[in-house]
């Protein structure tokens, strides 16, 4: 099965120990191999501070093979080097930032077509706030106040990270531009797999998930299972 970890954002400390590890193995344990893209921290050139977070991260869960691949603009994005390390990845991990640069750097790229075969051999995809907003049919870039296309991985699906704190602030607007999507806040330090049975997702961390399903609201605690 593919699975996927979406996380809210304020990663890398506490509670996301919880979906991180299960991320880990659901992936094939200690001993996988992780991918790091630090492509959305790359416009404010923090992209090789946030790789070197992720990594201490990682490893400080157990993880003993933790690679950051430097993908920072579209010739980095099709480097067949950078593409091989993450075709032989089991858990691949986007970090956040600038979500529409990230989109639009690994579109049509050799390393998203490397993410996508690995994906479909088993490997983990996820992400936090614009990691994971990017995977779904639509996403929100509050830097330019659009709705646009997204990597398609999760159809009808548009993700609101840091809901809980100021994520909800754009589901109004997107309820009336994509009212037959559905909106997912995640809460930040929290995140969510499709683990359950028959592909349900469960909550991780220490937050809730609102889901916007047209009129009705649901929200969903720490520990429950919800389908999309």
């Known amino acids: 099965m593919a699975y996927f970890l979406l996380e809210g954002g304020a990663e890398f400390n506490g509670p996301m120990a919880d979906p991180d590890r299960r991320g880990i193995a659901l992936a094939g344990g200690f001993q996988t191999p992780i991918a790091i893209l630090p492509t959305a921290a790359?416009?404010?050139?923090?992209?090789?501070?946030?790789?070197?977070?992720?990594r201490r991260w990682f490893e400080s869960l157990g993880a003993s093979?933790?690679?950051?691949?430097?993908?920072?603009?579209?010739?980095?994005?099709?480097?067949?080097?950078?593409?091989?390390?993450v075709a032989s990845a089991r858990l691949i991990y986007l970090l956040g930032g600038f979500p529409r640069y990230l989109c639009e750097t690994l579109r049509g790229s050799q390393v998203w077509s490397a993410a996508l075969e690995a994906h479909r051999n088993g490997a983990v995809v996820g992400g936090s706030s614009a990691g994971a907003m990017v995977l779904c049919e639509h996403y929100y870039d509050p830097y330019v106040g659009k709705l646009l296309q997204g990597l398609d991985l999760l159809e009808n699906i548009c993700i609101l990270p840091h809901h809980n704190r100021f994520g909800k602030g754009s589901a109004s607007n997107l309820k009336s531009l994509i009212?037959?999507?559905?909106?997912?806040?995640?809460?930040?330090?929290?995140?969510?797999?499709?683990?359950g049975s028959g592909g349900a997702w469960t909550i991780y961390g220490a937050g809730v998930v609102t889901i916007y399903r047209?009129?009705?609201t649901e929200v969903h605690m720490r520990g429950a299972?919800?389908?999309l």
């Open 42 to 54: 790359a416009p404010d050139h923090n992209d090789s501070r946030a790789g070197r977070n992720g």
């Open 65 to 85: 093979r933790v690679g950051v691949v430097p993908v920072t603009d579209k010739p980095s994005a099709n480097n067949p080097d950078f593409a091989a390390q």
């Open 179 to 195: 009212p037959h999507s559905t909106l997912l806040g995640i809460d930040e330090q929290t995140g969510i797999i499709n683990d």
């Open 214 to 216: 047209g009129e009705r």
């Open 225 to 227: 299972q919800f389908r």
